[in-house]
């Protein structure tokens, strides 16, 4: 069975910093995209990160997050992250991964194309 697992969540100050955690059963991340989605209530779900195949290991970000996210890939772990830094409130949503098992660079992908997706995990960035 393909199955994503998002962890990581939680409530955190503005400012704070949280670990987003993908771990994948049933297939190897190495080989695919791997995206990160936020979505709120009444809204669009939109994209966050993503990072390409292992061969090409590219990286893309929304500008609403740039140089404040990291994403990466642990292969050992078949686990991807997101690593998210100087949280604002506007950051709250779930959080969700995607994967598509393909090679081109991550950023050619839209958020249909993805095969995978995990359950979600809350983001809540309030004092």
């Known amino acids: 069975q393909l199955q994503l697992v998002e962890s990581g969540g939680g409530l955190v100050q503005p400012g704070g910093s949280l670990r987003l955690s993908c771990a994948a059963a049933?297939?190897?991340?190495?080989?695919?995209?791997i995206g990160w989605f936020r979505q709120v209530p009444g809204k669009e779900r939109e994209e966050v990160s993503c990072?390409?195949?292992?061969?090409?290991?590219?990286?893309n970000y929304a500008d609403s997050v740039k140089g404040r996210f990291t994403i990466s890939r642990d292969n050992a772990k078949n686990t991807v992250y997101l690593q998210m830094n100087s949280l604002k409130p506007e950051d709250t949503a779930v959080y969700y991964c995607?994967?598509?098992?393909?090679?081109?660079?991550?950023?050619?992908?839209?958020?249909?194309?993805?095969?995978?997706w995990g359950q979600g995990t809350q983001v809540t960035v309030s004092s």
């Open positions: 990072i390409s195949h292992s061969d090409d290991g590219t990286t």
């Open positions: 995607a994967a598509v098992p393909l090679s081109s660079p991550c950023s050619w992908y839209e958020l249909h194309e993805y095969d995978y």
């Open positions: 049933g297939f190897t991340l190495e080989y695919s995209a």
